[in-house]
């Protein structure tokens, strides 16, 4: 790489180093990137190569998260088997952490409120996931729990697990929430038969459903707000 190389820049500016001594926060997406990389290429350092590599999902982590391992492998030179399996992964621990992160004393008081809640779990799929919110009779979050994985239909929706974890959390209400990978917003009569059953089943438990969030790419659609519940 010669000129290009990590190793003739200042050790200040050397990505490796620059976390160990001033911080993670003071590193770009493309250093902490070149950190996993570890080395660029006959033209391009390691910097360099990761800045190009998230120019292609136009700096958008989220974009980049759906990239798979030939993805990295085919696009990009200097990008090998195990550089692109170390950088899935380290997208997929990022992805894992927010799923752990339960929020915190959060009152939802509206759609947009929910939407954001659930968003971070959503996002970046490239196939559906159904989840289910869980709150008291404050409507504070107690709880968020991922239902089913990988599409679903009426029957691949386990009923019985929603209303179980609910009472195990003294939940009172409870939101539901899947994604649409192609980016509509708009449920499917599936969407809104499941609904109606989920909801049927909560009234027997005087559990209520508040709404229904599709969730986009960007957007989301409301049961609530479009008075479908």
């Not at 696009?75 to 997929?92: D, R």
């Not at 929020?103 to 509206?110: A, L, T, W, Y």
């Not at 009923?159 to 539901?176: C, H, M, S």
């Not at 909560?202 to 229904?212: A, N």
Request: charged share 25%; hydrophobic share 40%; proline share 2%.
């Amino acid at each position: 790489m010669g000129e290009n190389s990590i190793r003739n820049w200042s050790i200040d500016d050397r990505p490796r180093e620059k976390l160990a001594f001033k911080g993670k926060s003071t590193l770009s997406n493309a250093e902490l990137l070149a950190i996993l990389i570890n080395s660029g290429n006959a033209k391009e350092s390691a910097v360099e190569l990761a800045k190009r590599i998230l120019n292609s999902a136009n700096d958008n982590l989220i974009a980049l998260s759906k990239f798979s391992v030939n993805d990295f492998k085919n696009q990009f030179k200097g990008i090998g088997m195990a550089k692109a399996v170390t950088i899935v992964a380290a997208l997929e621990l990022g992805y894992r952490r927010i799923q752990s992160q339960v929020p915190e004393k959060v009152k939802i008081q509206s759609s947009h409120e929910t939407f954001k809640i659930i968003y971070e779990n959503l996002a970046d799929l490239s196939y559906e996931e159904f989840w289910v919110i869980y709150l008291n009779a404050r409507n504070t979050v107690l709880r968020k729990e991922c239902i089913s994985t990988g599409g679903f239909t009426e029957s691949s929706v386990d009923v019985r697990k929603i209303f179980k974890i609910a009472l195990e959390n003294n939940a009172t209400n409870i939101i539901l929430a899947h994604n649409h990978p192609s980016g509509s917003i708009y449920p499917s009569h599936q969407d809104e038969t499941l609904t109606e059953k989920i909801k049927a089943c909560g009234e027997v438990l005087s559990i209520s459903v508040l709404d229904h969030i599709v969730v986009g790419e960007n957007f989301y659609y409301s049961f609530a707000d479009e008075c479908k519940l």
